[in-house]
């Protein structure tokens, strides 16, 4: 657990600080990188965690209807956070939105939905079928650089300082891992039933669905999914699939 959440911690920071050597997304690779993200994050959300509901022995309409909430409730998330979740931000009129937002509003945003990804690292729903999270893990991670990435982006651009968007980047690093600690000793000490887990993952794998398929289809101008973009697509899904075969 220890390990899982300083790997969360540095991801997020790591994210942030390559912003300041690299204050530019720029090139083809870099979108690719994302659309490989994003499919692979789609793909583990497909394979590992909506199965794992859905095996988990609740009510299968309950659960749909909560993945569902939880697609919804993302796109309420990014009203405030703009999708910074995606790691581009390559809209104009975004980036205008993001002016009428403070830049505290914009972290504790996204600060929320890392806290609920945390959640799931050391969650009984997943441990109930499989041992292992590392594919559940570098899901998160493949989009979390990103993410960083942006938001450092954003906070410095509306604060005009890099210590305090520093130290608003310090705060989103620990969301992942205050989640994965206090769902740990929560469930450990039987503060919070198996049900509510379900609950968050539900939620949870919703909101990954509309992030991953946002990165995937939005991440060139115009929308544009040539071969390129559909190969790095397929293999990032392929990538994941194997993965979690291997770790079964």
């Known amino acids: 657990m220890l390990l899982n959440a300083f790997i969360l911690f540095v991801a997020a920071i790591s994210g942030g600080v390559l912003n300041m050597f690299i204050p ?3 090139g083809s690779g870099f979108r690719l990188s994302l659309v490989f993200a994003g499919s692979y994050l789609f793909s583990i959300t497909i394979v590992h965690l909506i199965p794992e509901l859905y095996a988990y022995g609740h009510d299968a309409f309950h659960i749909s209807v909560l ?3 939880g697609f919804f409730l993302q796109q309420f998330l990014e009203y405030f956070t703009s999708g910074i979740e995606h790691g581009h931000l390559h809209h104009k009129d975004k980036q205008h939105h ?3 937002l403070s830049a505290l509003t914009v972290v504790v945003a996204l600060s929320l939905h890392a806290f609920l990804e945390g959640t799931l690292i050391t969650n009984p729903v997943n441990h109930a079928i499989h041992s292992q999270n590392s594919t559940l893990l570098m899901g998160i991670l493949l989009h979390k650089i990103p993410a960083a990435y ?3 982006s954003v906070v410095t651009c509306q604060l005009k300082s890099r210590q305090k968007a520093a130290l608003l980047l310090l705060f989103f690093a620990f969301a992942s891992p205050a989640g994965l600690f206090l769902s740990d000793v929560t469930y450990r000490n039987q503060l919070i039933t198996d049900q509510t887990f379900v609950i968050l993952v539900a939620l949870v794998s919703g909101g990954f669905l509309h992030i991953s ?3 995937v289809f939005e991440s060139s101008p115009q929308h544009a ?3 390129r973009r559909f190969s ?3 293999i990032g899904a392929l990538a994941a699939i194997i993965s979690e075969y291997l770790l079964k």
Do not use: D
Request: glycine share 4%.
């Open 98 to 100: 993001h002016t009428r």
């Open 225 to 227: 999914f040539g071969i």
């Open 213 to 215: 398929t946002t990165i």
């Open 232 to 234: 790095v697509a397929v």
């Open 24 to 26: 530019e997304q720029k």
């Open 67 to 69: 993945i569902l909430a």
């Open 150 to 152: 942006a938001l450092m």
